[in-house]
């Protein structure tokens, strides 16, 4: 008995000691992000990634364009006296005839439609109706790309609806209809540069995200740069010209995006639809993925998108978010300082 108290002594005392540390049992791995889970499998940045990005990040060249082809369509063109005056600057308060454009009237909606008299608003109507619709339009489709089209077919929404509106405006009667149709024309390329700065980042691993953003902004400079190329080569003929060779390229790339831009990964994992999900991974990695793609499941993603977007939750937000206003107000401020 003497003998089983002393070897149960020890038995005791280890389990008392086993008590007061902790097991030695491995600590539970920390659940990985949808990020990280989606990165492991597509890689930080690869060939397929980089022609993706290009030709994604190619719809800023015609956002570009629309945006300042108005400098060249909505010019007012040098003129000359036909008759003796006294200064070529107050030519249009001289009767109609005793004046003359220096070009030919076709290549300005101003000279074409008899601008010359009118009063500046009229003159500045089709750009403010497109960057007023820009706004607009930035607040009523942003939220769409989240919630129920997606960064792909928002992308390819706002290039059809720019394009359509560029292609319309060649047929233009008069200076109302070329209004409107700039209207249209802004409020489709709202988001256009947004959708594609997403798309591009979201197809890449986190860490090439801020090389690949760049290339938007270069091709939007380039966009910048061969609108005034192909205005001087249309320089004598009508400025519906300028509108064709803009807006006809716009639509054709439309057709490439539908065929071979894919769609984000990331947002097809968090909307549900994890068998486009998996068919995109495998076109841009190498690495095979379980048709199952049960692992693909395992992430905690905290920022997931609530299914009660819609048009208006980015005005309910600016609305709400007394932070939201005021940095609004305060862009607004600087934009209008720095036009003065």
């Not at 939220?143 to 929404?157: E, F, I, P, V």
């Not at 594609?196 to 966009?223: N, S």
């Not at 068998?275 to 693909?296: M, Y």
């Amino acid at each position: 008995m003497h003998m089983a108290d002393s070897t149960s002594t020890p038995l005791l005392s280890e389990s008392h000691s086993a008590d007061s540390e902790p097991p030695l049992i491995p600590k539970h791995l920390p659940v990985p992000s949808l990020d990280e889970t989606l990165e492991r499998y597509i890689g930080d940045f690869g060939w397929a990634q980089l022609f993706q990005a290009f030709l994604v990040s190619f719809a800023w060249v015609f956002d570009a364009q629309q945006t300042f082809i108005s400098v060249f369509t909505d010019a007012e063109l040098s003129r000359h006296c036909t008759e003796l005056c006294a200064s070529v600057s107050a030519v249009c308060r001289l009767p109609k005839g005793s004046w003359s454009w220096d070009r030919a009237a076709e290549t300005s909606i101003v000279s074409e439609w008899n601008l010359a008299r009118a009063d500046y608003f009229i003159k500045s109507l089709p750009a403010s109706s497109f960057f007023i619709e820009s706004m607009v339009g930035g607040l009523l489709l942003a939220t769409l790309a989240d919630s129920s089209l997606g960064r792909k077919n928002m992308l390819l929404l706002s290039c059809l609806l720019m394009s359509a509106a560029g292609i319309l405006t060649i047929f233009s009667p008069n200076h109302w209809i070329y209004s409107g149709l700039r209207f249209v024309s802004g409020f489709g390329r709202a988001t256009l540069g947004t959708c594609a700065l997403v798309l591009t980042t979201e197809l890449v691993g986190k860490r090439c995200r801020g090389q690949v953003g760049v290339i938007g902004f270069f091709l939007f400079t380039l966009g910048f740069l061969t609108l005034p190329v192909i205005a001087y080569l249309n320089r004598d003929s009508s400025w519906r010209y300028i509108y064709l060779w803009t807006s006809v390229p716009a639509l054709l790339y439309s057709f490439l995006v539908i065929f071979f831009v894919w769609e984000s990964p990331r947002w097809l994992m968090v909307r549900g639809r994890k068998e486009e999900a998996v068919a995109t991974l495998k076109s841009i990695g190498d690495v095979k993925i379980n048709s199952s793609f049960s692992d693909l499941m395992v992430f905690e993603e905290k920022e997931e998108i609530s299914t009660n977007l819609n048009m208006f939750s980015a005005i309910s937000i600016l609305l709400e978010k007394r932070w939201a206003m005021q940095r609004l107000s305060a862009v607004w401020e600087w934009s209008t300082m720095a036009c003065r």
